[in-house]
């Protein structure tokens, strides 16, 4: 009798944390996950080394691997390329959300997104993170996007207060935006198998 593998270690952007679990929860997902502060982010040489971190450990452990990342650091590529690694399709966590046509089609429509986990840190990421203070923030965002838009996954409760605040700092309208897991559930099993189809190479 031959066994099934065991499925690919799973090391994901914390900003997917609640949607991965609601895909566990209810069955469609069978990885063990481990997770990444998404504030990494702003500081990509520290993400590279965390990241890579985890890769060695896993790959000391004999394990396959699929990074829930967007093309988020300097090496992403380069872990990519690694055998037994893949990682989910799309240059962000937005576009791995939407899906590229939509994400694509909202960019040039001037978009800026904001997933559950940023909509509730939004002063740290536009004030402590990005710099963007008083009036500056206003100009930059209207010079560069049109609106906010908070990607609603269903998963909590959208967060109006902080969504209005952010909406009145920044001096951009906002919409909400529901969306399926379908694509990042889609883009979680496709790299989990090319993960494993990089042994053949």
């Known amino acids: 009798m031959t066994l099934d593998p065991p499925p690919p270690r799973c090391i994901a952007c914390s900003i997917f944390r609640r949607e991965i679990e609601s895909l566990q929860a209810s069955g ?3 990885l063990a996950v481990d997770y990444l502060p998404s504030m990494l982010h702003m500081v ?4 590279d080394t965390r990241l890579a971190a985890s890769l060695t450990e896993a790959g000391a452990q004999g394990q396959e691997v699929l990074i829930a990342f967007g093309d988020c650091c300097g090496h992403m590529e380069d872990f990519r390329a690694k055998p037994g690694i ?3 399709e799309g240059i962000n966590c937005c576009e791995i959300i939407l899906g590229r046509e939509a994400y694509r089609r909202l960019r040039r429509e001037g978009a800026f997104f904001l997933m559950p986990e940023w ?3 939004w002063r740290q990421v536009f004030m402590s993170q990005l710099g963007l203070l008083g009036t ?3 100009t930059f965002m209207q010079e560069m996007h049109t609106r906010l838009i908070y990607l609603d996954t269903g998963i909590q409760p959208v967060p109006w207060q902080a969504l209005n ?6 001096g951009l309208p906002v919409e909400v935006l529901p969306v399926s897991l379908d694509p990042l559930l889609a883009s979680l099993r496709e790299a ?6 990089h042994d053949d190479r």
């Not at 990509?44 to 993400?47: E, G, K, N, S, T």
């Not at 605040?165 to 920044?170: C, F, G, T, V, W």
């Not at 989990?192 to 189809?197: D, E, Y």
């Open 192 to 197: 989990a198998r090319s993960a494993r189809r």
């Open 136 to 138: 500056n923030a206003k």
């Open 86 to 88: 893949d990682r989910t």
């Open 44 to 47: 990509p040489d520290r993400l």
């Open 165 to 170: 605040e952010a909406s009145e700092y920044l």
């Open 119 to 121: 909509a509730l840190s």
């Open 28 to 30: 469609a997902l069978d």
